[in-house]
Nanobody
Framework: VQLQASGGGLVQAGGSLRLSCAAS????????MGWFRQAPGKEREFVAA????????YYTDSVKGRFTISRDNAKNTVYLQMNSLKPEDTAVYSC???????????????WGQGTLVTVSS
């Protein structure tokens, strides 16, 4: 599975962005999908994940109520809708595909290149 994230950019605090992650290859629907982020000088952290069918989602506490993860298996794409953005959301966001646990990096076998999100105050 090859993954390509897009949709990052510069936005003011309080604004919104929607990230997309397009997957190539077959069997996209076999994989749980996750979004992770890495801020400057910090370790990569879990943001959100969605199960194969889309019926189960997880979020890190800091984005609950502001971010929404979704997927379209017919389009081999997973999305991250980000609302009410804050400067502390500034990071490189990466998508990942995996077969195991959904909320840690070890559960993901495939990673895409990240897309930069910058939130200005």
């Amino acid at each position: 599975v090859q993954l390509q994230a897009s949709g990052g950019g510069l936005v003011q605090a309080g604004g919104s962005l929607r990230l997309s992650c397009a997957a190539s290859g077959r069997a996209f629907s076999r994989y749980n999908m996750g979004w992770f982020r890495q801020a400057p000088g910090k370790e990569r952290e879990f943001v959100a994940a969605i199960s194969r069918s889309g019926g189960i989602t997880y979020y890190t506490d800091s984005v609950k109520g502001r971010f929404t993860i979704s997927r379209d298996n017919a389009k081999n794409t997973v999305y991250l809708q980000m609302n009410s953005l804050k400067p502390e959301d500034t990071a490189v966001y990466s998508c990942a595909a995996g077969l195991n646990t959904m909320v840690t990096m070890t559960g993901y076998q495939y990673w895409g290149q990240g897309t930069l999100v910058t939130v200005s105050s």
